[in-house]
């Protein structure tokens, strides 16, 4: 081969470091390449982006940098200028034109009166305004040939037998329907123009329509934003069927529960005893408790409308749907412009007209309103328009005293409420009856001067033609009678008084048109018109108002009310909130499963057949039962001892065990006492007590360090969430042990991490010992099952191995040795010590599952109780200096005493024995004797019965163990809480939770029973 030298030693010389200008210049131009290519693959990625996530474009793959750089490139034209303006016009729509809302009171907190919906526009929608017009018409004929309204009945809207409705709804349906309507339609009788309530839903029946009705409900006494015991300010409600004043005075209540939780929350620290303040600073406190539980109280009317009122009348409901529509949200257009919301609204007459749903009067209602009207009339019946004036300002000089109304025949008690059991029964009533059908020919007759009056209403209001209507909905208009309804009587009468379809009035058109049959998506089966036409207006009222849309933020409804009155798709009941409001408002009337409380817009029957087809009947309560027990409090001290000597003294432990736990071994549930005492015995004298504390104390200072993190600019302190990261995980790891069960960590891949085994074994723990809020019961019941199934899983598998914590490797985590005498034994020393008194495998499982839920969440409440005591105790130094185990045991009795997780009867007992002299641990242990004989519990006079942890490793060795957590904790140098908020256990009394002492706000913006978040800071 001959080749040239110099070209060799160009060649050896480039690998010397030595390049030719040509060597350069390729591999430039392959790194220019090599840029391009990297370069054009992101630009075309970013833009694919772009172009497909218009609602959330990743602006880290840079898309805009790209066109901004390629536009600056182009060169100078039409093309380049077109794409100017492109850019400009999408950075301009990135933001709404005007702002859609301001800051401060004035803007988030609704008016009376709903004006300043819309800032720009105040006055729109406000009440006492003028009623819209939404349609323009087109065959407006003189009134004079209109045929007579009273015929017009007679031949086609007055009822001829009575039929059930065809898809089950119930009377209450249409009681709720009418609540509605009432809301945003009050037609002024002396000027039919005027609609003298908002046009927004936004509870005006309960809240009124102007700051004079709203002052006459509101209890300003007590600075704490309540209103008068079960009251509200809309006086017409009274002449309709009672379920619908029933429905007002719920959600009167639901204020004045959520007031109550914001002022006991007081997410912001604001909120002082009203006592302690003057009196310009109580009104303050109590116009913002009373506007934000409103705000609250309305998301929770809106959610009801979108979840059980809109579940029915798509006929969701009878397909086991959880679905709903969402109209709030925020919706970017393809030109990146906003679809439009929060922009006020203004109820029309059409719409007006298509809400008299009369036809759908229920037997029982039918029956009342002629009652109703006969009493109201001295036993007459009303003849003419102007006997209904008369009754008008009658009824008025009534009712003048809000306090005092009443309705289905009920009486107010002493305090101004009325009777649960009374106002649970009417609902119950109303659920039973069916409604009736919508369809021509299906008015009570006793209704006939309302329609009367509301056709010559609508004549007066020059409304549009039903074909008028249609066409304004984008809908096929009519071009026959027949086509309109099929039924040649009604056709063929309707034809004889119009003449011409396109004469056909609006209001006499959508009552009398063929309904739509019950398919798959109907479910309130009116007439098509109205079908179509409800669903564009119920969008309209909802998207339209700022305070369902900009402005229903977490700031001004709270963390907590946010929350609250958000809809659960998962609720029970199909995601019902109805049955919520129902268990909150009246508590113990109904059960907790109740097809009354979760199903009440369809009749019982109805729903029957619905969940049978659906095969979860077995889940659901389908009779009507009586009223349950009320939970009472007692903290009298010879009461206490009378209810424990008492035969018919029980727990609820047994029943909810029995519910998510099969067989035998769940030892909270006094199956078998003789067996308990054996497992108590057991496990309150461990064999391998100063492991168990070694593990304790040095676990929590492993996880300390692996959790803190370093503050900026101070390179000798640190922080950590002394609760969340430490205190709530180490009781977790050790429950974890026990049961076998491989928990992730920073360098190892187990089941589940600590935050999920701790949700786990909460839910668990909750359910069976806590009293949980009714409407979550079923759904709690469900996960638990779901979680004991799992964790039963793992614990069987590790007691048919004999391993604890095997990865898929097969490695065993080294934290499991320290529960073990030998660092070669497997087993566990708990597990070992029961299966020695003869446990079963499956009650073993059982008992095992008992003690994870027994220790671990309660663990984590004592310690953070205890750490959060002595942060600010005089003691403080002494503890972080001390190493004395007796010591420490010392100080964590004394902590629990002074703050301990429980509450109830026995301390409310033992503090009246205080007060009288008497020898607070003699009376507590009388208490606990008798406890002790009735369930064979450890008689401890130290302890609580409710104390689970206790019963488990015995009442000394748990209070060593809190000791060494403390001494772990108190051995940080300069252990001191972070500035301001984030260095307090954010907690609060709970009056409604009658277990735990202390509740606090979960990340979700929930109560919770567990301690959630406190950060200390120390030095290193």
Not at 420 to 425: C, P, S, W
Not at 717 to 725: N, Q, T
Not at 755 to 766: A, T, V, W
Not at 800 to 814: C, Y
Request: hydrophobic share 35%; net charge negative; with cysteine.
């Amino acid at each position: 081969m001959v080749f040239d030298k110099s070209s060799q030693t160009d060649r050896n010389g480039a690998a010397n470091g030595k390049v030719d200008s040509r060597t350069s210049t390729v591999k430039s131009t392959k790194s220019a390449l090599d840029y391009s290519n990297v370069h054009n693959a992101n630009a075309l990625s970013a833009g694919v982006d772009f172009l497909s996530h218009k609602d959330g474009i990743d602006d880290r793959k840079l898309a805009l940098e790209f066109g901004l750089s390629f536009l600056s490139k182009h060169p100078n034209g039409e093309i380049s200028q077109n794409m100017q303006d492109k850019v400009i016009e999408l950075l301009y729509n990135d933001l709404p034109h005007p702002p859609a809302t301001n800051l401060g009171e004035k803007f988030a907190w609704r008016t009376a009166d709903g004006s300043g919906n819309n800032i720009a526009d105040p006055e729109l929608g406000k009440a006492g305004g003028t009623y819209s017009r939404s349609v323009q018409q087109t065959h407006l004929r003189p009134q004079r040939e209109l045929p007579d309204a009273g015929l017009l009945f007679d031949t086609l809207l007055k009822r001829e037998g009575f039929v059930k409705h065809p898809a089950g709804l119930s009377s209450l349906m249409f009681s709720f329907a009418a609540f509605v309507i009432h809301t945003v339609f009050r037609t002024r009788h002396e000027d039919y123009n005027i609609n003298d309530t908002s046009s927004y839903v936004d509870l005006a029946p309960l809240y009124g329509s102007n700051q004079e009705e709203q002052n006459k409900i509101r209890n300003r006494s007590d600075g704490r934003g309540h209103l008068y015991p079960d009251v509200f300010a809309e006086d017409r409600l009274l002449l309709l069927p009672p379920a619908v004043c029933v429905l007002l005075v719920l959600f009167s209540r639901n204020h004045n529960y959520i007031a109550k939780k914001l002022f006991d929350i007081n997410e912001r620290g604001t909120y002082k005893d009203p006592s302690q303040l003057s009196k310009e600073q109580a009104n303050a406190q109590d116009e913002e408790l009373f506007q934000t539980a409103r705000l609250i109280n309305i998301g929770w009317f809106g959610t009801v409308v979108f979840s059980d009122y809109l579940s029915c009348i798509l006929g969701l409901v009878r397909q086991g749907s959880n679905w709903s529509l969402n109209p709030f949200g925020e919706i970017r257009k393809e030109d990146h412009s906003f679809f439009e919301r929060g922009r006020g609204n203004s109820v029309s007459v059409e719409f007006n007209c298509l809400y008299r749903w009369h036809a759908t009067t229920s037997e029982h209602d039918e029956q009342w309103v002629s009652q109703m009207t006969s009493q109201l009339f001295n036993g007459k019946e009303p003849e003419t328009i102007a006997d209904f004036k008369a009754l008008a300002v009658k009824f008025k000089e009534m009712t003048t005293d809000l306090h005092a109304w009443t309705f289905g025949g009920l009486k107010r008690q002493e305090n101004g409420y009325f009777k649960d059991e009374d106002l649970a029964n009417l609902l119950k009533n109303a659920t039973d009856q069916p409604a009736g059908a919508f369809r021509a020919r299906g008015t009570p007759a006793n209704m006939r001067l309302h329609e009367i009056m509301g056709i010559e209403q609508s004549r007066k209001w020059g409304v549009c033609t039903l074909n008028d209507f249609r066409k304004y909905l984008g809908l096929k208009t009519y071009s026959s009678f027949r086509e309109w309804n099929p039924d040649p009587e009604i056709a063929d009468a309707a034809e004889k008084l119009y003449g011409d379809i396109n004469n056909l009035e609006l209001y006499v058109g959508l009552q009398a048109e063929e309904s739509k049959p019950v398919v798959e998506g109907a479910g309130l089966c009116p007439g098509y018109t109205i079908s179509r036409a409800i669903l564009s207006d119920a969008i309209a009222l909802t998207r339209g108002d700022r305070f369902f849309t900009q402005d229903y933020t977490p700031y001004n409804l709270t963390t907590w009310g946010f929350a609250d009155c958000q809809r659960d798709p998962n609720a029970f009941g199909f995601g019902s909130t109805l049955g919520r409001l129902f268990l909150r408002t009246l508590p113990n009337q109904f059960e907790e499963n109740s097809t009354y409380a979760f199903f009440p817009l369809m009749t019982p029957d109805a729903m029957g057949t619905h969940l049978k087809k659906l095969n979860v009947a077995d889940k659901y309560q389908l009779s009507k039962s009586p009223a349950l027990f009320p939970f009472v409090s007692t903290g009298d001290y010879a009461q206490v001892g009378h209810i424990l000597n008492s035969s018919d003294f029980s727990t609820q432990y047994q029943g909810r065990v029995a519910r998510v736990i099969d067989g035998k071994g769940f030892f909270a549930n006094g199956q078998n006492p003789q067996r308990e005492s054996q497992i108590i015995e057991a496990l309150s004298k461990p064999d391998s007590e100063s492991e168990i504390l070694e593990f304790f104390y040095r676990r929590t200072r492993q996880v300390i360090e692996s959790e803190s993190f370093h503050l900026s600019g101070a390179p000798n302190s640190k922080a950590v969430d002394i609760v969340r990261d430490v205190l709530r995980a180490i009781p977790i790891h050790w429950a974890a042990d026990v049961g076998g069960i491989p928990l992730t960590t920073k360098s190892f891949e187990g089941e589940f991490t600590a935050k999920e085994l701790f949700e786990m074994l909460g839910d668990i723990y909750s359910f069976i010992y806590l009293d949980i809020e009714h409407s979550k019961i079923m759904v709690l019941q469900e996960k638990v099952k779901t979680h004991v199934e799992k964790l039963s899983h793992y614990i069987e598998i590790g007691m048919a191995t004999g391993l604890r914590r095997l990865s898929m490797a097969g490695v065993i985590d080294t934290i499991s040795t320290l529960f073990s005498k030998s660092k070669k034994t497997q087993q566990h020393e708990v597990v070992k010590r029961l299966q020695q008194i003869g446990i079963s495998s499956n009650e073993l499982t059982n008992t095992v599952l008992a003690i994870m839920v027994g220790v671990s969440v309660e663990l984590s409440v004592a310690f953070t109780n205890v750490v959060n005591f002595y942060l600010d105790s005089d003691h403080h130094m002494e503890i972080q200096q001390n190493s004395n185990k007796d010591k420490m045991e010392y100080y964590a009795r004394q902590a629990m005493r002074s703050d301990p997780p429980f509450q109830g009867a026995f301390r409310k007992a033992s503090k009246d024995q205080v007060a009288a002299g008497l020898d607070i641990r003699e009376g507590t242990k009388v208490f606990l004797d008798i406890y002790s004989a009735r369930t064979s519990t450890s008689q401890d006079p130290h302890k609580l019965p409710h104390d689970r942890m206790s019963k488990c490793l015995g009442e000394t060795l748990t209070m060593k163990i809190i000791g060494e957590v403390l001494r772990a904790v108190f051995e940080l140098r300069n252990l001191r809480r972070a500035p301001e908020q984030s260095g307090r256990l954010k907690r609060f009394k709970d009056s409604d939770q009658h277990d735990l002492r202390w509740a606090y706000l979960d990340e979700n913006g929930f109560i919770t029973p567990w301690p959630t978040s406190m950060i200390v800071q120390y030095d290193v």
